[in-house]
Nanobody
Framework: QVQLVESGGGLVQAGGSLRLSCAAS????????MGWFRQAPGKEREFVAA????????AYADSVKGRFTMSRANAKNTVYLQMNSLKPEDTAVYYC??????????????????WGQGTQVTVSS
């Protein structure tokens, strides 16, 4: 079965950086897109970034463009989210997701089939 395990969350001051990791297992992911979503207290879950496992193309929410970078390490079946210049409004639980198929970009939650358990990111002002 597919498992997605996030790590790397924590508490950081505004302006700081964190790198989230998502280790995927249970199948070959070359035909999948991977995404990061986040959910702040009292808010809807929202798209952050996505990457195509096959060709590495990426997509980002406007709110994180230029600050966040998503990448993949094929040999490790792991995707990353490098978050720089963090702001208090980036505080949320961050979720990794995997969606089968070649459609692009993958911006909606409904386009993903598997989800991790989430990792908390807290940015203090």
């Amino acid at each position: 079965q597919v498992q997605l395990v996030e790590s790397g969350g924590g508490l950081v001051q505004a302006g700081g950086s964190l790198r989230l990791s998502c280790a995927a297992s249970g199948r070959t992911f070359s035909s999948y897109a991977m995404g990061w979503f986040r959910q702040a207290p009292g808010k809807e879950r929202e798209f952050v970034a996505a990457i195509s496992w096959s060709n590495g193309r990426t997509a980002y929410a406007d709110s994180v463009k230029g600050r966040f970078t998503m990448s993949r390490a094929n040999a490790k079946n792991t995707v990353y989210l490098q978050m720089n210049s963090l702001k208090p409004e980036d505080t949320a639980v961050y979720y990794c997701a995997a969606g089968y198929g070649s459609s692009w970009p993958r911006l909606g939650q409904y386009e993903y089939d598997y989800w991790g358990q989430g990792t908390q990111v807290t940015v203090s002002s």
